[in-house]
C-alpha cells in the first residue's frame, strides 16, 4: 500500500516553455503533498508543501509564480514549472503523507521523481 | 523553519563494520524522526523511524536513538553489508531534510 505515481518520469523541453508534473496518491488520500528539488549527489531540497483545497506553502527563496502547485483533490498535486529556463533542470520528486496522520509524525511516501532537462 | 544538519556527508566503512550517521535539528517541537534510504536514479525508501515518545527503535540491523535534550537523533547500522550503500537522509516532522551521507561499504 501507500503506493504515490508521477509522471512523466522524464522530460525534455525548450527554454520558454512550461511544464507541468503530476503526483498522485493511488491507493490511499493525501491532505499533505511536498514537492522537492535534488540536483546530483545533493539532498532533497523542500520547494513547498501542497495541501489539498488551499494554497501551498513556499520555502523560502522557492519562486511560487515560477513553480506552480495545484492541489485540486485529496490524490492529485500538480507542479507546472513555467517559462523554464536551463537552470531549472534539475531532479524533481514528490511525496504524500496519508490523510488519516493528522499530524506530522507519520512517513512520506515518494513518487519516482521527474528528470527535467530544459534546452 | 526547520533546519536539519547532517553528517558525515561521506562514510566508507568495510564489510562488517558499524556505521553510525547523525542528524540535529532545530525546531523543539518536532516529534517525528525518519531515515530515508536513497540508491542512484531511485525514490528515497524509509527505513526507520521514531517518535519522540521513545528513546530507541531497532529493527535487525538497523536502530535509530533519539535525544530530545539535546535534539540530535542518530542511525546505527551494524554488521553493514555491501549493499548498504546508498544515500542516507534524515528528516525533520515537517518535510525538511539533512544535506544527506553517501556510505560506501566495502567488501
Not at chain 1, 527554454?15 to 498522485?24: A, L, M, Y
Not at chain 1, 514528490?94 to 499530524?103: G, K, L, Q
Not at chain 2, 540530535?72 to 544535506?99: M, N, R
Request: aromatic share 10%; charged share 20%; with cysteine.
Amino acid at each position: 500500500g501507500a503506493v504515490v505515481s508521477q509522471h512523466p518520469s522524464w522530460v525534455i523541453c525548450k527554454s520558454g516553455t512550461s511544464v507541468k508534473i503530476e503526483c498522485r496518491s493511488l491507493d490511499f488520500q493525501a491532505t499533505t503533498m511536498f514537492w522537492y528539488r535534488q540536483f546530483p549527489k545533493q539532498s532533497l531540497m523542500l520547494m513547498a508543501t501542497s495541501n489539498e483545497g488551499s494554497k501551498a506553502t513556499y520555502e523560502q527563496g522557492v519562486e511560487k509564480d515560477k513553480f506552480l502547485i495545484n492541489h485540486a483533490s485529496l490524490t492529485l498535486s500538480t507542479l507546472t514549472v513555467t517559462s523554464a529556463h536551463p537552470e531549472d533542470s534539475s531532479f524533481y520528486i514528490c511525496s504524500a503523507r496519508h490523510r488519516v496522520a493528522s499530524t506530522y509524525n507519520s512517513p512520506l511516501h515518494f513518487g519516482n521523481g521527474t528528470r527535467l532537462t530544459v534546452t | 523553519g526547520e533546519n536539519v544538519e547532517q553528517h558525515p556527508s561521506t562514510l566508507s566503512v568495510q564489510e562488517g563494520d558499524s556505521a553510525v550517521i547523525k542528524c540535529t535539528y532545530s525546531d523543539s517541537a518536532s516529534n517525528y524522526f525518519p531515515w530515508y534510504k536513497q540508491e542512484l536514479g531511485k525514490r528515497p525508501q524509509l527505513i526507520i523511524d521514531i517518535r519522540s515518545n521513545v528513546g530507541e527503535k531497532k529493527d535487525q540491523r538497523i536502530a535509530v536513538t533519539l535525544n530530545k535534550t539535546a535534539k540530535h537523533f542518530s542511525l546505527h547500522i551494524t554488521e553493514t553489508q555491501p549493499e548498504d550503500s546508498a544515500v542516507y537522509f534524515c528528516a525533520a516532522w515537517k518535510g525538511v531534510f539533512g544535506t544527506g551521507t553517501r556510505l560506501l561499504v566495502s567488501p
